[in-house]
T-cell receptor, first 114, second 114 residues
Framework: SQELEQSPQSLIVQEGKNLTINCTSS?????LYWYKQKYGEGLIFLMMLQKGGEEKSHEKITAKLDEKKQQSSLHITASQPSHAGIYLCGAVLAGGTSYGKLTFGQGTILTVHP | DVKVTQSSRYLVKRTGEKVFLECVQD?????MFWYRQDPGLGLRLIYF???????EKGDIPEGYSVSREKKERFSLILESASTNQTSMYLCASSPGLASTYEQYFGPGTRLTVT
């Protein structure tokens, strides 16, 4: 099983709808990152969360890290076709090396129908 | 802007061939990483390097080796390519600890081994 679980694995929404993607671990998360990937391309950094209870927003995307630092959510408001892609969460898990090993979830494929 | 470049976007090799994947970053970053990405599995770390000539095994190093002779360049080597190494390979770099600094990704190399 994955150390970092994302849900759902895929999501199809109509343009204008809100949606949420979750990222969960049984271990404490240090440095939780959200990335977006267009199919067949590299990862684009969206946001980083470090503190329990932290919330950040950029345009119509909001990411939160829970108080226990074991779960993060990514929320998109009024989705647009430009939001389509693969969303990945990555984190340094408790017990990892200090040189920066990131563990990634398996990704969520988002499709937005116009 | 940080730029991470990879030598090829697409590569087709035959089983048993020796394959070199090159990655170059232009921001003087200490840390460099090689991942492979497969559907349903997310990104998995193959090797990383925190300094010139230094390397650490990631989660799936078997069948791979790496070389970092200069700070800006990190090479991934498949000594004898096999069909199960068909995958998307992503290189990344970061200036410091993953709990504090994001990783910057290259565009990826889609390798097919026939």
């Amino acid at each position: 099983s994955q150390e970092l679980e994302q849900s759902p694995q895929s999501l199809i929404v109509q343009e204008g709808k809100n949606l949420t993607i979750n990222c969960t671990s049984s271990k404490t998360l240090y440095g939780l990152y959200w990335y977006k990937q267009k199919y067949g391309e590299g990862l684009i950094f969206l946001m980083m969360l470090q503190k329990g209870g932290e919330e950040k927003s950029h345009e119509k995307i909001t990411a939160k890290l829970d108080e226990k630092k074991q779960q993060s959510s990514l929320h998109i408001t009024a989705s647009q076709p430009s939001h389509a892609g693969i969303y990945l969460c990555g984190a340094v898990l408790a017990g990892g090396t200090s040189y920066g090993k990131l563990t990634f979830g398996q990704g969520t494929i988002l499709t937005v129908h116009p | 802007d940080v730029k991470v470049t990879q030598s090829s976007r697409y590569l087709v090799k035959r089983t048993g061939e020796k394959v070199f994947l090159e990655c170059v970053q232009d921001m003087d970053h200490e840390n460099m990483f090689w991942y492979r990405q497969d559907p349903g599995l997310g990104l998995r770390l193959i090797y990383f390097s925190y300094d010139v000539k230094m390397k650490e095994k990631g989660d799936i190093p078997e069948g791979y080796s790496v070389s970092r002779e200069k700070k800006e360049r990190f090479s991934l080597i498949l000594e004898s390519a096999s069909t199960n190494q068909t995958s998307m390979y992503l290189c990344a770099s970061s200036p410091g600890l993953a709990s504090t600094y994001e990783q910057y990704f290259g565009p990826g190399t889609r390798l097919t081994v026939t």
